[in-house]
């Protein structure tokens, strides 16, 4: 499989490839590995009827990621035309709140999708169609799937969880970044005592800056009862300090962001970045 060493710079595979970038080492130097996706169904050798091509796909993402992720911590850069269309809309300055907002859900609902690929639990059966008995999978209810938003900006980037994942709880985290230290204060932790078991996790933070607030939010998770791999981090922007913290730190966690931004200024924003995603979205 073929894959570039970069530093923290982004080297954009074609449109049928979606990026990956992970963590060979915790201990390593600020590195990272591209590896170009073999996830896209036109990358996937198939004949057949067309629920014969079906399972030869999910087969073949199932082996991929086996071989990709082990216990090194993944960052998903969807190629997706939409998924860049959105992120321009929240980069122009001239965006007003209501649209700001709204672009921000959309693109919330896009990542959304692709990290729950391969990754909800699902129940098997049939059901009676108007027109014969037909075999069907859903999603399994039984199975604890949960969205965790960071206030206040996470809020409009889930905003749509509810309507792609069926059966889902919300737990509400409150955070506050100092501006003068960038460390953050929790102010409201609606977090279970303790997530069930097996549970799958969504945590939502719209700027992934300095890597402080990620941080926190991700080892509070798991003081209550998650591990790495149980948890999927959802973006709009990432930088390289807060990606290089979550790697040390949290082997085998996977995060998805619309776009990786070279660098963080000495206030702790993303440049180019968008601005502050919180003030925004909610026009306060």
């Not at 300090?241 to 082997?251: D, W």
Request: hydrophobic share 40%; charged share 20%; glycine share 6%.
């Amino acid at each position: 499989m073929a894959s570039c060493r970069l530093h923290f710079s982004l080297h954009c595979p074609s449109q049928s490839q979606t990026p990956r970038l992970s963590s060979r080492n915790p201990t390593s130097p600020p590195l990272l590995n591209l590896i170009p996706s073999s996830s896209n169904p036109q990358k996937v050798s198939y004949s057949g009827t067309r629920r014969r091509r079906s399972l030869t796909v999910k087969a073949h993402m199932t082996t991929q990621e086996k071989a990709v992720s082990g216990d090194r911590m993944l960052v998903f850069v969807p190629p997706h035309p939409l998924i860049k269309h959105w992120v321009s809309v929240l980069r122009n300055e001239q965006t007003p709140c209501p649209i700001f907002k709204n672009a921000m859900a959309e693109l919330g609902r896009l990542l959304i999708y692709e990290a729950s690929r391969d990754w909800l639990p699902t129940v098997t059966g049939e059901i009676q169609s108007p027109m014969g008995v037909a075999s069907v999978e859903f999603i399994d209810p039984r199975e604890p799937v949960a969205v965790v938003p960071i206030l206040r900006a996470g809020l409009a980037l889930m905003e749509h969880a509810s309507s792609v994942l069926p059966a889902t709880k919300t737990y509400h985290l409150g955070m506050a970044r100092d501006e003068e230290t960038l460390l953050p204060t929790i102010y409201l932790n609606k977090l279970p005592a303790k997530f069930p078991e097996g549970s799958r996790v969504f945590l939502f933070d719209p700027m992934l800056a300095t890597g402080g607030t990620i941080v926190a939010a991700v080892d509070l998770l798991k003081e209550h009862g998650l591990a790495n791999k149980q948890i999927k981090v959802i973006s709009a922007v990432a930088a390289p300090p807060a990606l290089q913290k979550l790697s040390e730190k949290f082997p085998g966690l996977h995060v998805y962001t619309g776009i990786i931004d070279p660098t963080v200024n000495d206030k702790g924003f993303i440049i180019p970045g968008l601005g502050d995603a919180g003030d925004r979205s909610f026009g306060t």
